[in-house]
């Protein structure tokens, strides 16, 4: 396997809201296989124990697999060693998976009580993050111990949200997390965008999503420019276990997760940077 040698090369997302049904999993699906189309090298993490993602990606009895991502949490929560690639899938379209299972729900109460339980995901991710140019985490429908987890753990926040009145309110709570953990655990996190999905453009929801989302959190907040459209084919690819660029890549779903992907792409360079010039202010110190 590839060593990018350095983790400061490695870019942590996570893909988080606290509502399910949004589209985080078929979102992280089709960002993590669009950037490892432009041959870069992409883990994504499945930290939701439904492992919707992990049945989404072909492997539909997660139940049965012998190393998830609770096997790996849970023995660093007992201080046991890993292989932190024990259990890691590799999908045809050229990304790897770790997968989860109703496992995880379990650990995450056993987490509770645990020592240093916000860096759980950390510790793992560190042992892991030279093999990878990127790490895209899809987060459980809760603000709860997983998703707290993998803010402590990423870079970058993506947001996606559907073009609702009610879910754009919804992401206050959400923000004041990110902030909380930025302030607590995390100082590099940032969001790094939010991405309007399951829009019906014909109705122009869109572009009303875009002025409230505007007037309730300001002009500071990114908005991705090319909101995800609804799309039947997106649910027939998922049930197909392939992303959206293998399954239909001339239609409208695959043109905007196209874009998404050059967004986050031409944004990621800015992040290797930063992650090094506060390394040196920390040395500097
Ligand atoms: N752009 C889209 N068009 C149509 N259906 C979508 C789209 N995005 C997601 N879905 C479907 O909506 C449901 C919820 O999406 P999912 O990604 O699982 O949401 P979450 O992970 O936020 O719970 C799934 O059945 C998925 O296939
Ligand atoms: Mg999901």
């Known amino acids: 396997m590839r060593k990018t040698m350095d983790s400061d090369n490695c870019r942590v997302y996570a893909c988080v809201n606290q509502k399910g049904g949004v589209g ?3 979102t992280s699906t089709n960002l993590s296989i669009g950037l490892a189309r432009h041959v870069q090298k992409i883990l994504i993490a499945d930290l939701d124990s439904q492992a919707s993602q992990t049945v989404s990606l072909g492997w539909t009895q997660p139940d049965e697999l012998s190393t998830t991502i609770a096997t790996q949490l849970g023995k660093l929560v007992e201080n046991k060693p890993i292989d932190p690639h024990e259990g890691i899938l590799h999908h045809a379209e050229g990304v790897d998976l770790m997968p989860s299972s109703i496992e995880l ?6 987490m509770v009580n645990a020592m240093s339980r916000e860096i759980v995901l950390r510790n793992y991710l560190a042992e892991i993050k030279p093999d990878y140019d990127a790490i895209i985490l899809d ?3 809760t603000l709860g111990m997983m998703t707290i987890n993998a803010l402590a753990a990423a870079d970058r926040v993506i947001v996606p949200v559907q073009p609702e ?7 206050a709570q959400l ?4 902030a909380l953990v930025k302030k607590q655990i995390n100082p590099g996190l940032q969001i790094e965008g939010v991405l309007i999905t399951l829009a019906n453009m014909r109705m122009n929801l869109a572009k009303n999503t875009l002025a409230i989302i505007r007037e309730a959190y300001g002009e500071s907040v990114r908005i991705f420019r090319h909101p995800i459209p609804y799309s039947t084919k997106v649910k027939e690819a998922s049930a197909a276990g392939k992303s959206i660029f293998a399954y239909e890549p001339n239609g409208n779903a695959a043109y905007a997760y196209g874009k998404l992907v050059k967004e986050v792409e031409r944004n990621g360079r800015q992040i290797g940077a930063d992650v090094r010039a506060a390394k040196e202010v920390e040395l500097s110190r």
């Open 24 to 26: 985080k999993s078929v």
């Open 105 to 110: 729900s379990g650990l995450e109460m056993r």
């Open 139 to 141: 987060c459980p429908p």
């Open 165 to 171: 009145y009610l879910s754009v309110i919804g992401m």
């Open 175 to 178: 923000f004041d997390t990110v």
